[in-house]
């Protein structure tokens, strides 16, 4: 039997430290984040001056504006200068102690831009002032709120905000004359509005408005001395009479009669005979008299 020898190596040993003998790797430090630069407060307060400064011009051009299409291109003016801020905050660079008011003052912007610019409305002949209408909507609170809060914190916001009216309720007397440029004649009509509302009276002839009367709701008014001849009637009804417009502004309602009323003066024996008519607005049994929504802009002036 062959003997078999086995040869044994030496393994290489390690030193206490742990050396192999060969190259260690250098250790991997990790940098220190930068620090996030702050804001200049001073630089801010300028960003919101420069930003606020053509909203607070637009809104100053508000309150000047006459009723009308003058107050109508001011509020449209001031809806879009106030999105335009909005904007402009959105990028602004802002403290931190300033961040969650910046916010809401660029959201509270933007709701009064959408405030001024539904207020504006068609601005029809039956038409709420946009004061009116921009006070019932309730925009201007948070701006207010939005600037006092960063105002506190030493960042002004210098905005003037423009004046707001409450709903009016302006009526004329019983009887009163809009407009009267023809009468003359005999005729007498008397109009009863058994209405709720009060009403305008307007009598025509051709395209020519001879006489406006204003008739309250409940009474009724007597127009004499009405010239012959063949008149179309019209009457508006509604609330807020605005004299300068010629119309009720609010739950108007436009129309005329179908027929005609035709006022007639003849002698005959022993004296004259005129025309008397009675008109009544309001739904009454036994009633003839039948009546058609007109266009706004077709009701005579």
């Not at 539904?118 to 709120?145: F, H």
């Not at 005729?187 to 709720?196: A, D, F, V």
């Not at 009060?198 to 025509?204: C, E, G, H, N, Q």
Request: hydrophobic share 35%; glycine share 10%.
């Amino acid at each position: 039997m062959s003997a078999v020898l086995a040869l044994a190596l030496p393994l290489a040993g390690c030193d206490s430290a742990g050396d192999s003998g060969g190259t260690s790797a250098p250790p991997v430090t990790t940098p220190a984040p930068s620090p996030t630069p702050t804001v200049d407060p001073a630089a801010y307060r300028r960003e919101l001056t420069t930003t606020l400064g053509p909203l607070d011009k637009a809104l100053r051009a508000v309150d000047k504006a006459r009723e009308g299409a003058a107050l109508s291109k001011a509020f449209g003016t001031a809806a879009a200068a106030a999105n335009t801020a909005a904007a402009s905050l959105d990028i602004a660079k802002t403290p931190e102690d300033a961040v969650s008011g910046n916010a809401a003052l660029a959201a509270s912007l933007r709701g009064l831009s959408q405030d001024l610019e539904d207020a504006r409305g068609d601005q029809g002949r039956c038409a709420t002032s946009p004061r009116v209408e921009l006070n019932a909507a309730g925009g201007l609170q948070p701006v207010r709120d939005a600037g006092a809060a960063l105002s506190e914190l030493g960042y002004p916001v210098r905005l003037k905000l423009p004046r707001t009216e409450k709903p009016k309720h302006r009526r004329l007397g019983n009887g009163s004359f809009v407009k009267d440029s023809g009468r003359g004649g005999l005729g007498q009509l008397t109009i009863r509005n058994g209405t709720s509302s009060d009403a305008v009276i307007s009598l025509t002839r051709g395209k020519r408005t001879v006489f406006t009367v204003y008739v309250r709701k409940d009474s009724k008014t007597t127009v004499r001395r009405v010239k012959d001849g063949s008149y179309t009637v019209y009457f508006t009804s509604g609330t807020d009479w605005n004299s300068s417009k010629k119309s009720f502004t609010r739950d108007c309602s436009f129309e005329k009669f179908d027929d005609k009323a035709d006022f007639r003066t003849v002698n005959v024996s022993g004296g004259t005979q005129y025309t008397v008519l009675t008109f009544s607005l309001a739904k009454t049994i036994g009633g003839n008299a039948t009546t058609t929504e007109v266009p706004a802009d077709e009701f005579p002036s």
